[in-house]
């Protein structure tokens, strides 16, 4: 039989599909990321089903337990606490190992925080790209941020709202003009989108918010002639900067890559 992968609300428990009700109503199991989660959701709707965790700590050993059940034949459903499962959430190695060994799988669409955000946010939605959770480490977010600088697109991100101050703080100190929305508790009766610099921001969120929070990036700036940036360093180095620390500098002015600009002037 099939695996069903179900969308669920990522907040408004009514912004289900019908086809998602009918796969969980009629499902000889269900897998959820966390039951209690999900029972509340099935409770809302009138619905009883056999209910058996599937979460990020135990999915490799629920593998091996699921799969013989529907390649015996019954007809088994995914869901996350929230959207679509695998994007950010248990369910993408359970998808993959029932590819293959040859089963069949079909994904029920619905909501996602990601599209939704990206969406309200206004700043775009062309070319986009998603990053997941953020870094937890400032090192790693610097990485990112440099990464990230050469993308002319919009740029969607989960992040938790106890590690959202340090993110806007790190990422205004790398481009503190970047327009940034913060989506907080999105269908939810307290949904808020606060929009603004990564500046701003930094400092309208020095405290950790409630909620669940998706971020979304706008464009950065065209960056600088790389070759400007390069002299730059250049001179700076010249008169007696350290080559790293020119080069941190410059990168945060002109928008050019920190270990480009370290490399060339070598």
């Not at 990321?33 to 009138?46: K, N």
């Not at 091996?64 to 994007?87: H, K, M, N, Q, Y």
């Not at 610099?197 to 309208?204: C, G």
């Not at 900067?241 to 941190?248: N, Y």
């Amino acid at each position: 039989m099939t695996l069903a992968v179900c969308a669920t609300p990522i907040g408004n428990l009514e912004d289900v599909t019908l086809r998602v009700l009918t796969e969980l109503r009629e499902a000889d199991l269900v897998l959820a990321e966390d039951t209690r989660h999900t029972r509340a959701l099935l409770e809302r709707h009138g619905i009883r089903a056999t209910l058996l965790s599937v979460h990020e700590h135990n999915e490799a050993a629920r593998i091996d337990e699921v799969l013989p059940r529907l390649a015996a034949g019954e007809r088994i459903a995914l869901v996350s606490d929230a959207g679509l499962p695998g994007l950010s959430d248990p369910g993408a190695r359970l998808v993959r190992a029932a590819r293959d060994a040859g089963l069949d799988v079909t994904v029920l669409p619905g909501p996602s925080a990601a599209v939704t955000a990206l969406v309200t946010s206004g700043l775009g939605a062309a070319r986009f790209l998603f990053v997941g959770f953020l870094p937890r480490k400032e090192g790693e977010r610097r990485a990112l941020w440099e990464e990230l600088a050469p993308w002319d697109g919009v740029v969607v991100a989960y992040e938790s709202p106890r590690r959202l101050p340090a993110t806007l703080r790190s990422l205004a100190l790398h481009d503190g003009d970047r327009q940034v929305a913060v989506c907080r508790e999105l269908t939810k009766r307290f949904e808020e989108v606060v929009r603004g610099s990564a500046a701003e921001l930094a400092d309208r969120f020095a405290e950790p918010p409630r909620g669940e929070i998706t971020l979304v990036l706008g464009p950065s700036a065209p960056p600088a002639d790389a070759g400007e940036a390069v002299r730059a360093v250049g001179e700076l180095v010249a008169a007696g900067a350290a080559r790293r620390t020119a080069a941190d500098v410059v990168a945060r002015l002109t928008g050019t890559s920190r270990n480009e600009l370290y490399r060339r002037t070598l």
